[in-house]
């Protein structure tokens, strides 16, 4: 490892947990436990630390040593890599890999480490870490391939950002921003662009108008497992570029550089819909109201919304807020029973966004101030980044493990007899606290990007409106009976009630179930067994 490391000119970070500083032992200091503390929620602090994870396993949880809280457990690095390559261009990534195989060691790759499934782990593995490789963020106001001879299947002319490296949403987006053009990021914006965001699929705000963030992806330059740099097009390596277009990410080779599309910017409109129950008697017309709403996300998807949504019956935290409305004449209320969007339309105007909107309020209009309390709201933007900072953007809760599982819904599905039911089930009991969340990107440009012959996604996107996710949670410190109880439901209950609702679909891969029995048909669809042989060669 020494030897290792002196190759590398000492980028070689022998790990340790970010929580260390809370325990008994070398790296034990009160004054670095309360830091960490503090900073346990910041999604930077846990990307710019080398095992820092936005959804942390449980072998070294921290603690708020200034209310008293001890240690009742040791702190391992439990399924953590031992040692990370903290690369800063494509040959340490090299030397990475080459040092994995000639030890026979295993090999993780990670960004930023915002992963739900834990890709970002691997017990006794070496680590290649690829946040501080920044070559730059290059735009192109044409795009012209960097190969010598331009490539005649590639027929984009329109213009690119080539992101050199480990930057995230938040960079990239403000250079489209500063230059009046879109690029298709995540709608949170310190998630990395080139790792396993884009490399498993990809969505965001922007993901239903202009296609997936997979399919943005005009080249890349890709470290394959015998060290060799190469460039992945439609014309040099292009199983390659097939594979690390939406068949997962860190599998085929390390990404180090990739060069995606960029759009012009446009004016969007943008409607707030929430709606809670008035009392607990009114639980039979809120979930008809969620039902009614699935049942239109088709129709409005098909006429140029999309956006994200989520509901619960007992959420956590409050899901929707008061809006001039008060509870027995002078409390706020605050619904932790709720359902809310937040939809957005390019191109479109807050009228004819009503106007579009329309058939759907006048269902829900006999519910509203009888059973329901509902609230709609409309905006005008004038370009894309003024949308996105303003009802986007928003960086999601991290620092607590949960357990989830997910379905790609298709119209079929989402009209079936059988919906209500399924809600029902995924709604589960007020003591589970489950949090449904809607992403409505589907159709549009990802619909019709079914055709591209290079494109890697799982095949169930194409024909999806609704990638739908239910997650529970469990208390600080609850044993693994409880924890394993909560990962049953979500598995064999609520992922298993989609299943049956919408058999011929999928799951998207960076959002599914990490148990998912069935995980290579679900996250790969007919592309299993192409990827597979990619990945053999």
Partial sequence: WRAFNTSISGKLIQNVQPAAPCYPGPSQSDEACEYADSQWTNEEFQANTAIGLSYPTESCPILNISAGQQPTQNCTLGDQPVYTVNATNADDVAAGITFAIQHNIRLVIRDTGHDLLRRSTGYGSLQIWIRYIRQGITFQETFKSSEIERCPNTAWRGSAFTIGGGYTWSNVLGEAASRDVIVVGGGTPSVGCIGGWMQGGGHGPAAHQFGLGADQVLEAQVVLANGTLVTASPCQHPDLFFAIRGGGGGTYGVVVSATVKAYPTSNMAAQQLSFAPLNSSCMS?????????????????????????????????????????????????????????????????????????????????????????????????????????????????????????????????????????????????????????????????????????????????????????????????????????????????????????????????????????????????????????????
Avoid at 336 to 354: D, L, Q, Y
Avoid at 515 to 530: A, C, E, I, S, T
């Fill in 285 to 537: 017309e809120f979930m008809e109201a969620v039902g009614l709403l699935h049942n239109a996300y088709p129709r409005l998807l098909d006429k140029g919304f999309s956006g994200y949504g989520s509901w619960s019956i007992a959420s956590p935290t409050p899901l929707v807020y008061n809006y001039n409305y008060t509870i027995g004449g002078d409390i706020e209320a605050n619904f932790t029973t709720g359902f809310t969007h937040t939809i957005s339309i390019f191109r479109k105007t807050p009228e004819t966004a009503r106007s579009i909107f329309a058939p759907v309020l006048r269902q829900l209009a006999p519910y509203n101030g009888r059973s329901l309390f509902i609230n709609i709201t409309y905006s005008a933007f004038d370009t894309y980044a003024d949308f996105y900072h303003a009802l986007s953007g928003i960086e999601s809760p991290i620092g607590s493990s949960a357990a989830l599982g997910s379905r790609l819904l298709d119209r079929k599905a989402l009209s079936s007899p059988r919906l209500g039911q399924t809600l029902e089930v995924l709604a589960g009991t007020p003591e589970q606290f489950t949090s449904v969340n809607l992403v409505l990107v589907g159709g549009g440009q990802v619909a019709r990007d079914g055709a591209d012959p290079y494109s890697g996604v799982n095949p169930a996107w194409r024909t999806s409106y609704v990638h739908n996710i239910v997650a529970r949670g469990w208390a600080p410190g609850a044993d693994e009976a409880t924890k394993n109880a909560v990962y049953s439901d979500i598995t064999n209950v609520k992922a298993q009630a989609m299943k049956d609702l919408a058999p011929a679909t999928g799951a998207y891969m960076n959002e599914g179930d990490r148990f998912d029995p069935d995980y290579l048909r679900d996250f790969y669809g007919q592309n299993v067994d192409r990827l597979s042989a990619i990945k053999r060669r």
